[in-house]
């Protein structure tokens, strides 16, 4: 969802007496106490969830009946006057597996994962509503027909996407228990120090700007990223490899940024001290030019919902992401 298209609340953490209520009705009560400015009926509330608009971390909550568990931030997002249902469009996909049940697709860098304001056509669901035709899941809302999880627009890699309600099902469950696994590969500032290790600390909203997330003192989410530095570039830039313990959102970037190695390419992570980095000249220009993150999702792998057989996907890097190595390796 583009947020600037849209009103977008955060409540508070789950409290243990609110812990086991329902969703709906924790939302409600939430808004009805903080937003005053809005007025939500239960009913509406309840349509924004069936229809996706209700996350905690990366995952969708559409289950109106789900409990909410102790230390849940939820992040609700009320779309701008209803547009079109996403329509079939005839997208080229990357599909790197498909059954009866799920299909995993590589997702290239700058294809946003379902309809938002601004963004209504040249989406997954419009190329999957293509492709797959009455086959997905209606879990994840008319809106977001199949998805369990997403990426960001400007991150490749994979995806997996449910085609049934069983499907959806187990999915969601594994990407709550975290027991997805996951590898991304990212193209860093500076050397991480140490080469590997382990980066641990609270993720939520920022206070100061509300399109970030940051590490938090107090509140937030615990998040635990794996990295190791497989290549570096003179003393300026590094490729590293991260494992995921779990998913927070910009769970990598933020755990990146956090020991002074932001993301080539983030513009919202930019580090005020990447300028004073002495990169060749025409090397700075096409880093600052660089038009996304330098993260791409390599590896995943679960459980399959329906045989129980354990799947993994890897894919390589795209291209964009080759040739920032390459010019890389001029240093």
């Known amino acids: ?70 230390g849940d931030v939820y992040q609700i997002q009320v779309p701008e006057p209803e547009e079109a249902d996403p329509q079939p469009e005839n997208i080229p996909l990357d599909i790197v597996y498909e059954d009866d049940d799920l299909l995993v697709v590589n997702k290239p860098a ?91 600390g609270n993720i939520g909203r920022s206070r100061f700007d509300r399109k970030k997330m940051a590490l938090l003192k107090t509140g937030g989410k615990f998040a635990v990223t794996h990295y190791k530095t497989l290549e570096t570039f003179g003393n300026l830039a590094a490729l590293v490899q991260c494992q995921l313990e779990t998913g927070r959102t910009h769970q990598i970037r933020v755990h990146l940024s956090s020991i002074g190695c932001g993301l080539i390419g983030d513009k919202i992570y930019k580090q005020s001290h990447v300028s004073s980095l002495k990169f060749p000249a025409d090397m700075k220009n096409f880093l600052d030019s660089f038009p996304r993150q330098a993260l791409h999702a390599a590896t995943l792998g679960f459980i399959h919902p329906r045989s129980g057989k354990q799947m993994k996907f890897e894919t390589d890097f795209p291209e964009d992401f080759s040739e920032l190595i390459h010019i890389l390796h001029n240093i």
């Open 1 to 70: 969802m583009n947020e600037q298209n849209c009103n977008i609340f955060f409540t508070e953490p789950v409290v243990s007496a609110q812990k086991g209520e329902r969703v709906d009705k924790f939302i409600s009560d939430f808004l009805s106490k903080n937003c005053s400015d809005y007025k939500f009926s239960r009913s509406q509330i309840q349509k924004l969830i069936k229809n996706g608009f209700v996350t905690c971390e990366e995952t969708e909550i559409s289950d109106c009946s789900f409990k909410v568990k102790e």
């Open 110 to 200: 700058g294809m946003t994962v379902h309809p938002a304001p601004g963004a209504y056509h040249g989406t997954l669901v419009n190329a999957l509503l293509y492709h797959c035709r009455d086959n997905l899941s209606g879990i994840g809302g008319v809106k977001r027909p199949g998805i369990v999880h997403r990426i960001d627009k400007e991150t490749s890699g994979l995806l997996v996407v449910a085609k049934n309600d069983l499907a959806h099902q187990g999915l969601s469950e594994q990407f709550f228990m975290h027991s997805i696994e996951r590898t991304y590969y990212a193209i860093v500032y500076n050397i991480p120090n140490p080469p590997s290790g382990t980066i641990k």
